[in-house]
Structure formats: structure tokens, C-alpha cells
């Protein structure tokens, strides 16, 4: 089922609208010179969904894509051991800090304008990362990309909601953006692994320019510009948020290479805290928030956004910990890890198959309590895990699980906060939901790396004789983490319980 699922996925997502494309070419509809034919093309919304999920999913890609290739990056541009972190974590801090903001700019200025200027940004960063000479270019690339990705992602999601103006059509539009967000780590590790086997480290960059061109040039085509709500930029707001989330992340990253007692991380977690206090007293008081607090005030749309928070941190011990397992463990290479996610990825998107049917009939609580539960029942299936498992069933178990879990738990959550959210505050909306998914992540890395280092330590001393000391502590302090994970998982159960039981009701 997961297999026809998914295969229906493709079809949906991705066959029909060039179909359609290739048809409105036979009928000479292209180039689009009319506001009549305008119009008409903006009327195909698979094409629509087609180009804004493509650009989510490249956004998505980026988090993880290029975690395979770290040792041919620092074999290339002579990386340090701690500055190969700044890899990964230079996109993560601006895309993560610039999210509100983004959010909200796109509800003033107009959102498919701020997508087209955000996915034009990411891609030229990303062609310029892609021929960096050094090291320091390199990483000034992938800020950009976190710029532009902070840009273009709130508007992504705001976009959908007013491009499907019918419930069941919005409903599996935004629970496909939600499998895309979920499964995309997955097969951006398959991915990632593919281009660098067979071509270089630097196509892993250079795969988004021909995306990122198609959809700057064909979003005004298919996709409609919703009406603008003119406002002022919330400025002290807009700083305040910026910095603190900034801080926030960082703090994270470093907490989880330095540890918690290193005095740097505690001061700029404090700060970063401190400011984001502040950004909420500025926000009661101005007219024009850049957050406007009543997001919060609707009980299902507050308890998405907190299980957008704990659900990453939670499912980010699979994906950094399994890697290593595989690669580090059972000797698996860059590929192979990456295709031993996929049945993750494949069970996750195949509930956006099912989702458009359930969550009407019977609301998001039972959903999300049961997609909690199984998601919890899969990481305790790891905490089993011991040097000589294999991949069936140790792993493949629990990735089916989390698949499932994750699928059904998390996939609703983007119909349940989007379908009520006035139209002036969409794009905020979708900036807050993807800040906490960010901020979540690198909590739930920086504290299971903590505990991992806390019980593989004492692991690899107790090691039997003869035995490989390094394997041992490793598997016990994932298995621990595993534990942990587990732990932060029962807090989505315990927020799912709080849905309001009634049915979902897209207005």
C-alpha cells in the first residue's frame, strides 16, 4: 500500500502538471501574454502545487543533503574539524532566525513576491556555493541560502492555503507540504548520496539552480498573488525576534559540540532567551505585530505549533544517530545509508493519501494521539539496538514505525493551523510554525547529543575484553538517546490529548 501510495504521490505532484504543461504548449496557451490566459493557467493548481512543493522540498533538502558529503568538502576546501560544522550550521542559523521576519514580510509586501525574491536568492547562493574555491565562500553561500530560504519557506505554505480554496483540496495539499517537510530529511540524506558517488559534493548545491530558475520564472504564470494587507514593519519586533531566535539556535548548535557547561553557550542562550522575553512584550504593545499573539489564542492551532516544536526534536535522534549507526557500525557507504531512510519517506508520504479522508471524519486528536503512540512504540524499538544488529528488523522496524507515526501524527498538523488563520496573518502563521520545527531540531540535537555523551563514555570503559570499544560506546550512548527521544515523544502525546474533539473544519 505504502508503494502505491507513494507512486500516486508522483503522479499527483508531479506527472499531472507537465502533462498539463505539455498540453497548454500543443494548444499554444504559452507564453502567457492575456490577463485572460493568466487567469486560466492560474486555474491549473497541480502546476501550482507542483512548483511550491518542488521549492519546499529544496529548502527541506538542504537541511540534510549535504551531510553525506562533509568528507569530501573538507578533503577539498581543507576544512578544520570544527569549522566543517559551520556547514550545516551557517544555513541553519539564518534560515531559523530570519523565519518571523520572513513571515510577515510576505503577508506586507506580498507573499508570491517574497517567494519568487526568496527562491531567486537561494538559488543563485546555491550555484555560488557550488563553485566556491575556499572555504570561507563556502560557507558566506550557505547563509544565503538561509536568507533566501527564510524567505521564500513562510510563503510556501501561506500560498497553498490560499491557492486551494476547497477543504478537501487544502487539506491534501497542505498534508503533502507536511510529508515533503517530514520525508525530505530522508531523501535528502538519499540524495545527497547519490550526486556525491557519482558526480561531486558540488552538484549537491548546483541540483537547485535548475529548480530554483523553473519555479522564479513559472510561479507568475500558475500561481495566484494573494491580496496584500498593507501594514508597517514591526522594526524593534523584527530585530528583537531576529537576534533572539538567532541565539537561540546558535546557543544549540555550540551546546551540542562544547556541551552545557561551556560558559559561551549558557551566556548566549540567556541573551537569546532574554531577547525573545522582550519581543514578546514589544508585541502585546504595538498595533502591528510582527507575531501577532492571537495565533495562539484558537486551542488546535496552539497545540500544532507545540507539537511542531517537540515532534523534530524528538525524530532528530533517527536521522543523526541512525546515520552513524549504519555508516560507522554495520559499514554501510554514503548511498546505501541514505536508501535504508526510505521506507521512512515512503510511509510518510503515503498518509497524505490518507489524511484528507480521516482528519475531516474524525478531527486531528485521535489522529495525533495515535501517530504519537506509534511514533514512541518505534524509538523504544531502538533502545534495542546492540552492535550486532542488522538492518532487518532492527532498523527497518522502527523507520516503518516513525514513518507511520510521524505521518499520521505530524502530516495533519499543517491543515489544523493553516485552515483558520485569517488571511492577513498566513504568512506569519507559516513563519512560526517552520521557526519552531528549526528551533525544535536544534534542541532536541543539542540535548540527545548530551545524553549521548553522558552514557557512551562510561559504556566504553565497561567494554567487554576483545570487544570493539568504539562500537560499544557508541551504540550505548545512542541508545540512550534513543531513550531520551522516546521521553520528549510522550510530551506529543501529552499535547495531542488537548485537541478539541470535534472535527476538522476547514473555513
Known sequence: MAVTSFGAYLR???????????????QRTLPITTAEDTQQARGRPRLALALIVTCQLMLILDATVMNVALPRIQAALHFSSTGLAWVMSSYTLTFGGLLLLGGRAGDILGRLRM???????????????????NAGLLLAARALQGVGAAMAGPS???????????PRARIRALS?????????????????????????????????????????????????EPERHPARLDLPGAITATAGVAGVVYALIRAAS??????????VLAA????????????VRTRQPLLPLRLFADRNRAAGFGNFFLGPAAMMSMFFFLTQFLQDVRGFGALRTGFAFLPMAVCMFAMTRVIPHLLPRFGPKPLAMTGSAVMIAGLLWLTRLDVDSGYFPA??????????????????????????????????????????????????????????GAASRP??????????????????????????SAVIALGTFAIASTFRSTRARPS
Open 156 to 166: 510556501t505554505i501561506a500560498l497553498i492555503s490560499t491557492t486551494f480554496t476547497e
Open 176 to 224: 503533502l507540504l507536511s510529508a515533503v517537510a517530514g520525508g525530505g530529511f530522508a531523501i535528502g540524506l538519499i540524495l545527497g548520496g547519490m550526486l556525491t558517488e557519482v558526480a561531486s559534493w558540488r552538484w549537491v548545491l548546483f541540483i537547485n539552480v535548475p529548480f530554483g530558475l523553473t519555479a522564479v520564472l513559472l510561479a507568475p504564470r500558475f500561481v495566484r
Open 459 to 484: 559504556a566504553a570503559a565497561g567494554a567487554p575484553a576483545g570487544a570493539n570499544t568504539a562500537h560499544h560506546a557508541l551504540v550505548a550512548g545512542m541508545t540512550a538517546a534513543f531513550t531520551a
Open 12 to 26: 499527483f505532484s508531479l506527472v499531472s502538471p507537465f502533462r498539463d504543461w505539455k498540453r497548454a504548449v500543443s
Open 395 to 452: 532498523v527497518f522496524g522502527p523507520m516503518v514505525l516513525l514513518g507511520l507515526g510521524g505521518g499520521l501524527g505530524f502530516v495533519p498538523l499543517n491543515p489544523v493551523i493553516m485552515s483558520t488563520v485569517e488571511a492577513k496573518d498566513a504568512g506569519a502563521a507559516g513563519g512560526v510554525l517552520q521557526t519552531m520545527q528549526q528551533v525544535g531540531s536544534s534542541l532536541g540535537l543539542a540535548v540527545l547529543v548530551t545524553v549521548f
Open 272 to 283: 537569546g532567551v532574554a531577547l525573545l522575553a522582550l519581543f514578546l512584550v514589544i508585541e
Open 258 to 267: 562544547k556541551g552545557w557547561s561551556d560558559p559561551a553557550t549558557v551566556a
Open 115 to 133: 517567494f519568487r525574491i526568496g527562491v531567486a536568492v537561494f538559488t543563485v547562493a546555491s550555484l555560488a556555493g557550488g563553485l566556491a574555491p
